[in-house]
């Protein structure tokens, strides 16, 4: 059973009802439609906001912030964030209110509701750190907070080994320095810590002369030298890298969980990395190999030679003629469409469990992972990172990514995707792509992310400004496709690639 966390209300209108949460996810608290948990409209509720707070849940971690509200939000009795009497609902979602890490037991009000926070976390063994089902838990519990398996504690008493067993101690994967502090005390697995992130190149190099000394984890990047970087994002880093043997050149990616990877959180990644190299298509970077080691996962990844959309956009002075950005994003629409409708074969897993599934979202389009090739000399984009934000985030292996300290930003992210975490689909990506296209075309993100202003906020409320005022040079056809495709409220207008397409070729 994986950790989880529930929110009891314990006072007001809906006191009683329960939100239980065993995966990453966001919450948007308020009276508006799309809040949820949503808040009634009665006089208890009259000051509370439409969007009044976020709560970014990653069990067992959760964290709250307050988005400017008219009242405030409390926590644990006292108050976190309130706009000033007078400032407008504008104004106070410019103001920065800190986040709140929110342990068990904890109480968040907002107007007259309360919730009472639960936090569970399920007992592992300290000595294999298989995790013990609640019903055995205190048979084999030898210290408080300590616990050991039935299969370790008769080994212990074969040995005749009478000490009880101890906590494993916390440490970096790397350099072994205690991580306790970092980690937190409900987490467990393998971790790098913050110092060491911070020389990826030198953990690279770690697992390469590891993976040559024979690591068995590491057979997939053995005989692999690195060349140079080629880039860098939320989620990890690229290099590319050289077969010593064969010569052929690939792009090398390293990914550093921000949390304690545990077995089940591995697993869970490595499940919808497998369902991601099941994609062939021209417009679909090629995975190839993948593993983890030390709670460090990398990839070898088919190489384009052309580099990142976003690159060659800072090479041309920051937007494309429409010839050649619709070039790109018809390309891309190519490979969203395949990948939303592929049928991804039954994947066997080390446990037995097998996958089965209907299409891949990939959730994180951007020009940052449309990548340039030339395929029989003609150029090629495809898109690259299929998957692989939607897989980290939902094995919790991204942290608490939807508050202030998230390092990717909702530039090209549909309101949908915050309301809807956990369920968005396909045609989020086609609101991307879209997105992309706008960029392309003028430079400009879809909407104006005003500086000091809450992001998060900036997508529920405010709507995408229309392309001819960022450039009126565009032809009006194709400027009124990408507007329509741009409508997130109350829906996406465009739900498959293929429809997009369509219509953006017959508005040229």
Same mark, same amino acid.
């Given at each position: 059973?994986?950790?989880?966390?529930?929110?009891r209300?314990? =006072?007001g209108?809906?006191s009683?009802?329960?939100?239980?949460?065993?995966?990453?996810?966001?919450?948007?608290v308020?009276?508006?439609?799309?809040?949820?948990?949503?808040?009634?409209?009665d006089e208890?509720h009259?000051?509370?906001?439409?969007?009044?707070?976020l709560?970014?849940i990653?069990?067992?971690?959760?964290?709250?912030?307050? /988005?400017?509200?008219?009242? !405030?939000t409390?926590?644990? !009795?006292?108050?976190?964030g309130?706009?000033?009497?007078?400032m407008?609902?504008?104004? $106070?979602?410019?103001?920065? /209110?800190?986040?709140?890490?929110?342990?068990h037991?904890d109480?968040? =009000?907002? !107007?007259d509701?309360?919730?009472?926070?639960?936090v569970?976390?399920?007992? @592992?063994?300290?000595?294999?750190?298989?995790?013990?089902?609640?019903?055995?838990k205190l048979?084999?519990?030898?210290?408080?907070? *300590?616990?050991q398996?039935?299969?370790?504690?008769?080994?212990?008493?074969?040995?005749?080994?009478?000490?009880?067993?101890?906590?494993?101690?916390?440490?970096c994967a790397?350099? &072994?320095h205690?991580?306790?502090?970092e980690?937190?005390?409900?987490?467990?697995?393998d971790?790098?810590?913050a110092?060491?992130?911070?020389?990826?190149?030198?953990?690279?190099?770690?697992m390469?002369?590891k993976?040559?000394?024979?690591?068995?984890e590491?057979?997939?990047?053995? $005989?692999?030298?690195i060349?140079?970087?080629?880039g860098?994002g939320?989620?990890?880093?690229?290099?590319?890298?050289?077969?010593?043997?064969? !010569?052929?050149l690939?792009?090398?990616k390293?990914?550093?969980?921000? *949390?304690a990877?545990?077995?089940?959180?591995? =697993?869970?990644? %490595?499940?919808?990395?497998?369902n991601t190299?099941?994609?062939?298509? @021209?417009?679909?970077?090629?995975?190839r190999?993948? $593993?983890?080691?030390d709670g460090? /996962?990398f990839?070898?990844i088919?190489?384009?030679?052309q580099?990142?959309?976003?690159?060659?956009?800072?090479?041309?002075?920051?937007? /494309?003629?429409v010839?050649?950005?619709?070039?790109?994003?018809?390309?891309?629409?190519? &490979?969203?469409?395949y990948?939303?409708n592929?049928?991804?074969?039954?994947?066997?897993?080390?446990? $037995?469990?097998?996958?089965?599934?209907?299409?891949?979202?990939?959730r994180?389009?951007?020009?940052?992972?449309?990548?340039?090739?030339e395929?029989?000399?003609?150029?090629?984009?495809k898109?690259?990172d299929?998957? %692989?934000?939607?897989?980290?985030?939902?094995?919790?292996?991204?942290?608490l990514?939807?508050t202030?300290?998230s390092?990717?930003k909702?530039?090209?992210?549909?309101r949908? =995707?915050v309301?809807?975490?956990?369920h968005?689909?396909?045609?989020?990506? *086609?609101?991307?792509?879209?997105a992309?296209?706008?960029n392309m075309?003028?430079?400009?993100?879809?909407?104006?992310f005003?500086?000091g202003k809450?992001?998060?906020?900036?997508?529920?409320?405010?709507?995408?400004?229309?392309?001819?005022?960022?450039?009126?040079?565009?032809?009006?056809?194709l400027?009124?496709?990408?507007?329509?495709?741009?409508?997130?409220?109350?829906?996406?207008?465009f739900?498959?690639?293929?429809?997009?397409?369509?219509? %953006?070729?017959?508005?040229?």
């Amino acid at each position: 059973m994986p950790s989880k966390i529930t929110l009891r209300i314990t =006072q007001g209108a809906s006191s009683g009802r329960e939100f239980a949460f065993d995966e990453t996810t966001c919450c948007i608290v308020g009276r508006a439609n799309d809040c949820s948990p949503q808040l009634p409209t009665d006089e208890a509720h009259r000051t509370v906001s439409r969007h009044h707070c976020l709560l970014d849940i990653n069990p067992p971690d959760i964290r709250v912030r307050d /988005f400017g509200s008219l009242n !405030g939000t409390y926590v644990n !009795g006292k108050k976190i964030g309130q706009r000033e009497n007078g400032m407008s609902a504008e104004e $106070g979602a410019r103001l920065s /209110f800190p986040e709140h890490d929110l342990k068990h037991s904890d109480e968040i =009000q907002v !107007g007259d509701t309360v919730f009472r926070v639960a936090v569970f976390v399920p007992a @592992r063994c300290a000595e294999c750190s298989v995790e013990i089902p609640e019903d055995k838990k205190l048979q084999a519990e030898r210290l408080p907070g *300590v616990f050991q398996c039935g299969s370790c504690r008769k080994k212990a008493d074969l040995a005749q080994r009478k000490e009880p067993p101890k906590k494993k101690a916390k440490v970096c994967a790397k350099c &072994g320095h205690d991580v306790a502090a970092e980690i937190g005390e409900n987490r467990q697995g393998d971790y790098v810590c913050a110092q060491c992130q911070k020389d990826p190149l030198q953990i690279l190099k770690g697992m390469l002369d590891k993976a040559k000394a024979g690591g068995r984890e590491l057979q997939a990047i053995r $005989g692999y030298s690195i060349e140079r970087e080629l880039g860098r994002g939320g989620m990890g880093l690229v290099w590319l890298a050289r077969n010593d043997a064969s !010569g052929e050149l690939v792009a090398l990616k390293v990914m550093l969980p921000k *949390v304690a990877a545990d077995e089940r959180a591995k =697993q869970t990644f %490595l499940r919808e990395v497998a369902n991601t190299k099941a994609l062939k298509h @021209r417009n679909v970077v090629e995975f190839r190999e993948s $593993g983890c080691s030390d709670g460090i /996962f990398f990839f070898t990844i088919e190489y384009c030679a052309q580099g990142s959309v976003d690159k060659l956009m800072q090479q041309r002075g920051g937007k /494309f003629s429409v010839k050649e950005a619709m070039a790109i994003i018809c390309d891309v629409l190519d &490979g969203l469409e395949y990948a939303h409708n592929a049928t991804i074969p039954n994947i066997k897993l080390k446990d $037995g469990r097998c996958t089965e599934g209907h299409g891949l979202t990939h959730r994180d389009l951007s020009p940052h992972n449309i990548l340039l090739t030339e395929v029989r000399g003609v150029r090629t984009a495809k898109v690259s990172d299929f998957g %692989l934000s939607r897989a980290f985030d939902l094995a919790g292996l991204s942290g608490l990514a939807r508050t202030g300290n998230s390092e990717g930003k909702p530039w090209f992210m549909p309101r949908q =995707q915050v309301v809807n975490f956990k369920h968005a689909g396909p045609e989020v990506d *086609v609101w991307a792509a879209a997105a992309c296209l706008y960029n392309m075309l003028t430079g400009n993100f879809p909407r104006d992310f005003s500086q000091g202003k809450d992001v998060w906020q900036t997508v529920l409320e405010s709507d995408p400004v229309p392309l001819r005022r960022r450039d009126s040079s565009i032809p009006s056809r194709l400027a009124k496709v990408i507007d329509k495709a741009l409508i997130d409220r109350p829906a996406i207008s465009f739900k498959t690639a293929a429809d997009l397409k369509k219509a %953006l070729q017959a508005a040229l």
